[in-house]
């Protein structure tokens, strides 16, 4: 196996966590595909190969409220980053099972659709790429408002076709009015079916930055530590210079694009394979131990699904509440909402 050369720079208590959280994150999927084949959950879309990117990007999000930290503007692929930020299984399976115990949506938005203001997580839609253009306005906040805290927006290699993320390179990169925003892809080389040599005519997607005239990058999202360094550069960067950077990780979709296309294992790298071999090879920890990381979190996941069947789903009365409208205008809220 070929080694990183920036492997030294990971101590190795935060290799095992990264383990620990990117294993977590894979039993919560795989249990949410589960709990949609068994008619517990109507659809299910996530993040099964994106684990070595995601996990190195939630432990290194300034976590907290308002504009001195950072803001996520997040697509459907980012259920590591948001375990990794402290995210727990049962609020992802509440979702999953369209409770009103849901913390993100009250039961009521597609699963790995977070929303949490506490963390600055901008609620998210499942269009494709809005994202991208409602990034600048936290960005713009940050500018103005000084400090540290950046905006962070990720996305998929397909929706970079559409022109929300144009608009994001042009509002990000405005003379005199840059703005303090990382721009993520995540290029699994799919869009549902859609093949991106189908697509796209540049060499890469971050290229796209440099007309713009912003540092980009192209890494491996498979591996961890070539993750770790990139993210750690591209956010110095944009934390000190307040200005945009675009990097672009290529990753696996381990389980297909949704649970509409079956959501069964494909054969493409398993980034969680690759690094436990390297943990192993080099003497971190030992695939007994390994063992025991899964079947704990497998156990986990499954006293969420059940803890869920308990609770309550929403009823029709509430389909207002935490809804932006008018009261008085609304006659079907003032006929009780069904
Ligand atoms: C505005 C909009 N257009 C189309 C869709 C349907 N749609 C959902 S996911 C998807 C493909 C996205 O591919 P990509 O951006 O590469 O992200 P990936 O799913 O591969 O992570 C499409 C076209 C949508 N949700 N929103
Ligand atoms: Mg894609």
Redesign the pocket.
Known sequence: MQKSTLRPRLEPGLQLRIHELMVKTRCLEERMIKMNRDGEGYFWIGAPGEEAFGIPLGLQVKKGQGPDFDYLHL?Y?SSPLIMAMGGTMLDSIRQMGMRATDRYSAGRNFTNHYAIPEWNVVPMA????TQYLIAPGTAWVQKRHGGDGITIVN?????SA?GDFASCLIWSTRPGKELPVLIIV?N?K???STPYDTQHGERNIADRGIAHGMPTKVINGNDVFESWAAIEEAMRYVRTERRPFLLEAHVS?LNG?SSSSGANRIDEPDCIATFEKQLVDEGICSPGEIRVTWERFRDEANACVKQQRTEPFPQASDIWNNAFHNDSDNAIAKAGGD
């Open positions: 697509h692929r499942p269009t494709i790429e996305g998929g290699d397909a929706g559409e995540v699994n799919f869009g549902i979709r694009h």
